[in-house]
């Protein structure tokens, strides 16, 4: 199964907003809402940030909202803060119960 | 509070087999499937597999078929995925990775990784 294909970068300044897009396929996004998005800090362990394409894990700041449209889903992160500055990574369902990831998008704030 | 503890680094030559080993605690081994996930040097996530700790056939990448395997031990808590024939492109981080997903009798996985482990350095060279 391909990969999901996200932007290779992005940046913003702080307290600005951004969105990283991720763009799969019939087999994945666009039919099912099993989107989730992480958070990678290099030499960290991932960390979930929404699960469901839209749902935030208890203690992830509302800065953090996921959507989906189509065959596309976005993360968006709003008042951008110096610590966002990381690798995100979108992962999906991709039928026959396997999982796909994006190539990663890196964050510069 | 869930934990997953993996196995410590490990060095092969090309060629050879590695076992790599995920202990869980703080919640009830069984009700939760897991995932393997791996990042090779400057490179993305890759999805790995999945088991279910409580028996039935693990699930695979297409790109590892054939080389891979999971398996589970409840009475120790631990998954383990053993990936045989390694190749420098096999040189990565391996994680173990909780689905959040709870499952009762029956269950819809969301393949989402809410508790990861620390992660194991696999190398491989001559």
């Known amino acids: 199964h391909s990969a999901l294909t996200q932007p290779r970068s992005v940046s913003g300044s702080p307290g600005q907003s951004v969105t990283i897009s991720c763009t799969g396929t019939r087999s994945d996004i666009a039919t099912y809402n099993y989107v989730s998005w992480y958070q990678h800090h290099p030499g960290k362990v991932p960390k979930l940030i929404i699960y469901d394409v839209t749902q935030r894990p208890s203690g992830v700041p509302d800065r953090f909202s996921g959507s989906k449209s189509g065959n596309t889903a976005s993360l968006t992160i709003s008042g951008l803060q110096v610590e966002d500055e990381a690798d995100y990574y979108c992962c999906s369902y991709a039928a026959t119960f396997t999982g796909v990831f994006g190539g990663g998008t890196n964050l510069t704030v | 509070q869930v934990q997953l503890v993996q196995s410590g680094a490990e060095v092969r030559k090309p060629g050879a087999s590695v076992k790599v080993s995920c202990t869980a605690s703080g919640y009830t081994f069984t009700s939760y499937h897991m995932h393997w996930v791996r990042q090779a040097p400057g490179q993305g996530l890759e999805w790995m597999g999945i088991i279910n700790p409580r028996g039935g056939s693990p699930t695979y990448a297409q790109t590892l078929q054939g080389r891979v395997s999971m398996t589970r031990d409840t009475s120790s808590n631990t998954v383990s995925m053993e990936l045989n024939n390694l190749t420098s492109d096999d040189t990565a981080v391996y994680y173990c990775?909780?689905?959040?997903?709870?499952?009762?009798?029956?269950?819809?996985?969301?393949?989402?990784?809410?508790?990861w482990g620390q992660g194991t350095l696999v190398t491989v060279s001559s």
């Open positions: 990775a909780r689905d959040g997903t709870f499952c009762g009798e029956n269950c819809y996985l969301s393949y989402y990784f809410d508790f």
